[in-house]
């Protein structure tokens, strides 16, 4: 079958995927205003991308069988980076979960907070929150295990709380952003055709100068005011942090990321098992609930590649890049086109992954044509999509501090250093072309 139909629908191509985004972010953002509770899901995410893709089936060059459109939506929603991709989402989730129930997000949380100095805490918080995140690879599962813990340290150690929880957001999406098993992370590699590993090198070349400048802030305001932050409750086991070092650092090595996280998840169960932590029902339970907990990023990503293909075929992609290249006049410029695309996606829809999962094949395209790395589309993808929620006051990290420590969302907006930071060491690499690999420079 043709790649394109012999009608070119040009900008009309995208109005599906218009109507998906007014959809879903239209209605979040109406019950938001009206103060409904879970705003976003009054129009699930599944629904509105269906009525998109029945849209594009039904009222787009209509001479053509929707069996033969149904082929061209399949071709995309088949395809093997797709596939790939959620078997990894599965995996890792799987791996998460089977870590979780054998005791070590809390053994790796409880480490870290006990480890850390009194007189060193708010800095020391943004440090473990940073490891704790790279290794478990969810920045909402960070902010949920460590963000009431924290409130209760800083507010016991008469430290602010506000910066306490700007400092757990921070480090969640810190490690968000470099972890090899994060959603965003394996979007982002898989839907440029970067390596994980060097995504990886990327990223944390940009990333870490933010977050020592951060480190050293936190350090001069944070200072002790005479209290002392309970840390004997807080038990750990050294061997149950063993599967999230190993996962992080086999992953780093290079080792395939589906091998990586095979062997997360059977060293979870061997030491669950081992030490009386899960029987090994329980354990596979833990797998498939994990796996049941990032089923909807699968199938979503299923979804809306499907569409984007359908949007391929009547010729948006091609009219899209075409615009785009006209605009644009420099690699430079096409660098901040992309990061900028993919923040404003991420902020309308408050879902990173989804923003990177529609930016992502533009984003492949025009990279082709300037020469970009993948690996570095990877890294500005994921930045910026990250960025956006560090500073929005509805997303989930500043709802839980604000209920947690009782501070409003300006009195954590005030020590939100990394985000800020973050956004301006990108925009420096991006404007003097810094970390470009010899294959991309002219």
Known sequence: MNKTCSKNYKALAFLPLVLFL??????????????????????????AVMAAILAALLFYDR??????????????????????????????GGFSSAAEAMGGKESIVNMGLTLIPHHFLIPGIFIVTCFISTCIGTSTGTQVALIPVAMALAQGAGLNAAMAGSAVIAGSYFGDNLSMISDTTICATKGVGAKMKDKFQMNLLIALPAAMITIILYAVLGGSQGGTADTQDLSYHVVQVLPYVTVLATAIAGLDVLLVLLIGILMSG??????????????TMAIGSGMEDLFFLAVFSMLISGLIELVRYYGGISWLFEAMTRKIKTRKSCEYLISFSCMALSGTTLNNPVAILITAPVAKELGEKYRIAPKRLASLLDIFSCIILMLLPHDSGLLLAQQYGHVTYLEIMKYSFYPVLLFLFTCVTIQFGLLRTKIVKR
């Open 270 to 283: 061997i030491i669950g098992i081992a030490m009386g932590t899960v029987t090994f029902f329980e354990w």
């Open 63 to 92: 001479k053509t069988p929707v069996s033969q459109k149904l082929d061209v939506y399949c071709r995309g929603a088949g395809s093997s980076g797709v596939m790939l991709l959620g078997i990894i989402v599965l995996m890792a």
């Open 22 to 47: 007014g959809l879903y972010v239209g209605c979040g953002i109406a019950f938001t205003l009206a103060g409904a509770e879970n705003p976003f899901a009054k129009m699930p995410r599944y629904v």
